[in-house]
């Protein structure tokens, strides 16, 4: 691919670190999402085969001849525990698979120049010098094509309040 040298004109928002590494590091572990959602899904069959229904067993068992609350308060407790971690997972899988669908979506909208960027740092975990050696440019050209590639995928994966209280850099063509 060939990258072009001039300047994009417009209007950008400088991120702070914080921001930008949380884009940053979403970014290179979408790489290995699928591998984190099975993984957690399998988590979440275990409990529900194997722990949770052991545990309910128990519960029902020890309601009907248990003359006191103490110990059903005990075990519906754990049934509680277990729901909860359930639906902590749950949730788990939701972000990633959110965040899988929001830069697939975002990078079939962007331009190429975006989807190089992604595929050489995110995918092939190449370095930026290594990337401005095999396109003939300089590392800073590259440089500053990923920082506006975070800075599109900030506003994408962190919504456009990502952007209050930023730094404006005017660029003038």
Known sequence: MEIQSDV?????????????????????????ID????????????????????IQAICNDLFKSSPTNSISSRVENEVINIDRLISQLEGEIYEQGKNRRLVINALSEMGESERFIYQEVYQEEKLLS?????????????????????????????????????????INQ
């Open 8 to 32: 994009i004109s417009g209007v950008k928002a400088i991120l702070n670190k914080e921001v930008f590494k949380e884009v940053d590091e979403i970014l290179k572990n979408l790489k290995y």
């Open 35 to 54: 591998i984190y959602i099975k993984e957690k899904e399998y988590q979440i069959e275990k409990i529900k085969n194997g722990d949770r229904g052991a």
């Open 130 to 170: 290594q990337i401005a050696q095999e396109n003939n440019c300089s590392v800073a050209k590259i440089s500053y094509m990923r920082k506006d590639f975070i800075n599109k995928m900030a506003i994408v994966l962190l919504g456009p309040k990502v952007l209050e209280g930023e730094r404006w850099l005017y």
